[in-house]
Structures are given as structure tokens and as C-alpha cells.
């Protein structure tokens, strides 16, 4: 089966610029999350779906950051204005939806490497 | 609320000898824990997880590791590494009810020398 999809691979952009990531899970995953991995750390949840509704996102600032996910299939994330922390790695991931979701496994996207300048 | 410690941030180690990334947690409640590792340039993968019954898991490439709630610790172990063992190595944590959030640990860099 395909794995998640995730696009663009890498984006160079200046501060204070817009820059949105796409990413499309395995089909029929109920659950999507999107990970900021800043170097030398670990990921860290930023939001997270469940079909079309958010279950999680306290850890999104909220101020710049956007996500959606139409339909329960792809989903967008999005920053403006970007900062220059916002550096990092955005990694997209789905689990199936079962009778124990937490205890899933999430299938990862190969990332999109952000750097603001 | 939980949290993740992995206690080595690099690991070095000759191929064909074992090797062990630590991993402590802490939760009130009750919790799956999960080893991911990550490749260069690629996504995370799935190496094994804890979720209940025995406390030795196996996973994927020979790796297993021992949940020991009492030291709340999940240790990953391979009795014999090879050179494409080389990547950084995730611990993971989500409490079985409660807050509905997985907390990734900060990572241990296996470096495997000839």
C-alpha cells in the first residue's frame, strides 16, 4: 500500500513570509497528526485529527499556525506569518481508527524540511 | 501529564556488538510506550510497542525491548548490530486514557562503527 505523501520536500523561505505543507495519509486512517521536529529534538504534536475533527492542539500557536482536513482525508498545515524558529522538519502521520487508538501505530510521511531565513 | 526521558543522546558502538538505548518515562496513569527509529532524511518507523501482556517485545531487525513498570523504564536492546542500524532512535508514550497525546522522547543517535 502507499505510504503517507507529503510535499513540498524542502522550502526556503524569508521571515515573515507564508509557506503551507500538504499532506496526504494511508488510505482509510481515521486519525492524522502533524509533528514539528526541530533539530536535535524529538517531534512534537502540533495537531492532531481525528476523520475531520481536531481531538488535539494545544500545542499549535495558534497565532500562525493553521490546519484543516477536509473531507477526513488530506490535510494542510499552514504558517504566517513564519518566524525564523519556525525551522524545522513538519512530519505528517496516520494510525487506523480501532477499538484502541492509542495504542496504534502511526505510519510516518518522509517530512518537509523548512528553513526561514 | 507524562513525559519522556532517553538518558543517551549518542550512542556509539562496534558492529556486531549489542547495544542498549534507555528509556524512562513518568506517568500517573497507565501508558503504551513505543520505539520508533528514523533513518536520514526519511520519517519515523515503527519498531515495536508495548501495549500490554508479556513485557519482553520484539520488534523489526532483531530489536526487543522490557517494559519494567516498576523502574518505569522501556530499554531497547540488540544482541548483535550491524551498520544499517545506524539512525536516530525515538521513544515514545501515550497515556491508555486521559490526555490523548503522544510524547516523543528527544532521541538517541546509534552510530555503528566497522
Known amino acids: 500500500e502507499a505510504g503517507v505523501a507529503q510535499s513540498p520536500r524542502y522550502k526556503i523561505i524569508e521571515k515573515r513570509q507564508s509557506v503551507a505543507f500538504w499532506c496526504n495519509p494511508i488510505?482509510?486512517?481515521?486519525?492524522l497528526y502533524w509533528y514539528q521536529q526541530i533539530l536535535g529534538q524529538g517531534p512534537k504534536l502540533l495537531i492532531q485529527?481525528?476523520?475531520?475533527?481536531?481531538?488535539?492542539d494545544s500545542q499549535l500557536p495558534k497565532d500562525r499556525f493553521s490546519a484543516e482536513r477536509l473531507k477526513g482525508v488530506d490535510s494542510t498545515l499552514k504558517i504566517q506569518p513564519a518566524k525564523l524558529e519556525d525551522s524545522a522538519v513538519y512530519l505528517c502521520?496516520?494510525?487506523?481508527?480501532?477499538?484502541?487508538?492509542?495504542?496504534?501505530?502511526?505510519?510516518f510521511g518522509p517530512g518537509t524540511r523548512l528553513l526561514v531565513l | 501529564a507524562q513525559s519522556v526521558t532517553q538518558l543517551d543522546s549518542q550512542v556509539p558502538v562496534f558492529e556486531e556488538a549489542p547495544v542498549e538505548l534507555r528509556c524512562n518515562y513518568s506517568s500517573s496513569v497507565s501508558v503504551y510506550l513505543f520505539w520508533y527509529v528514523q533513518y536520514p532524511n526519511q520519517g519515523l518507523q515503527l519498531l515495536l510497542k508495548?501495549?500490554?501482556?508479556?513485557?519482553l517485545v520484539k520488534g523489526i531487525n532483531g530489536f526487543e525491548a522490557e517494559f519494567n513498570k516498576s523502574q518505569t523504564s522501556f530499554h531497547l536492546r540488540k544482541p548483535s548490530v550491524h551498520i544499517s542500524d545506524t539512525a536516530e532512535y525515538f521513544c515514545a508514550v501515550i497515556a491508555t486514557s486521559g490526555t490523548y497525546k503522544y510524547i516523543f522522547g528527544t532521541g538517541t543517535r546509534l552510530k555503528v562503527l566497522a
Open positions: 508495548y501495549l500490554s501482556g508479556s513485557t
Open positions: 488510505s482509510g486512517h481515521a486519525t
Open positions: 502521520a496516520s494510525s487506523l481508527d480501532s477499538p484502541r487508538p492509542r495504542g496504534e501505530t502511526q505510519y
Open positions: 485529527f481525528q476523520n475531520n475533527g481536531v481531538v488535539d
